[in-house]
């Protein structure tokens, strides 16, 4: 079993995680993380990312903050016949051994008041909090939903 220390190395050096603070975070991958640009103008913003749970045990993404937001809220979408309803929900689950993505047209990280505008190029520092792993620091390159990505560690 690889050690933390070298977990933490590997995905610092794909730039997509800082510092897990629990054993449990070990176990827990955070893949092609990225933000949308924020419109002149306008204060929210979406994130995206995939949290791969790698643990034996189910995890949940329960809450998220950023210093460039005053909140963050996480979201999901459906569709009601032709009308499309987006909620905050509470909680996002990962099963033991699955991954959950949140992409565009589906479950996204909402930055509602966007203190200073997300532009392409930058990243935005977020910090994810689970159930049992703890926090976890992230970097959130901000991208346009068309821009090529290579990350993904």
């Known amino acids: 079993m690889r050690s933390l220390a070298a977990?933490?190395?590997a995905l610092a050096a794909c730039g997509q995680v800082e510092a897990p603070v629990s054993e449990h975070a070990e176990a827990l991958r955070v893949e092609n993380a990225w933000a949308a640009p924020t419109p002149s103008g306008v204060?929210?913003?979406a994130g995206y990312l995939t949290v791969v749970n790698g643990a034996s045990t189910a995890d949940a993404l329960?809450?998220?903050s950023t210093?460039?937001?005053q909140r963050v809220e996480i979201h999901e979408m459906r569709m009601?016949?032709?009308v499309m309803h987006m909620r905050a929900v509470s909680r996002l689950d990962i099963t033991a051994g699955r991954?959950?993505?949140l992409a565009p047209g589906g479950r996204h990280l909402m930055f509602i008041g966007v203190t200073q505008p997300f532009v392409e190029g930058e990243t935005i520092p977020v910090r994810l909090s689970f159930e049992r792993a703890?926090?976890?620091d992230?970097?959130?390159p901000v991208r346009s939903a068309g821009a090529t990505h290579t990350g993904g560690h």
Request: net charge negative.
């Open 134 to 136: 703890g926090e976890i």
């Open 67 to 69: 210093p460039r937001a």
């Open 138 to 140: 992230v970097s959130l």
């Open 7 to 9: 977990i933490v190395f």
């Open 99 to 101: 991954s959950v993505s």
């Open 80 to 82: 009601d016949g032709s």
């Open 43 to 45: 204060d929210v913003s």
């Open 62 to 64: 329960v809450a998220v």
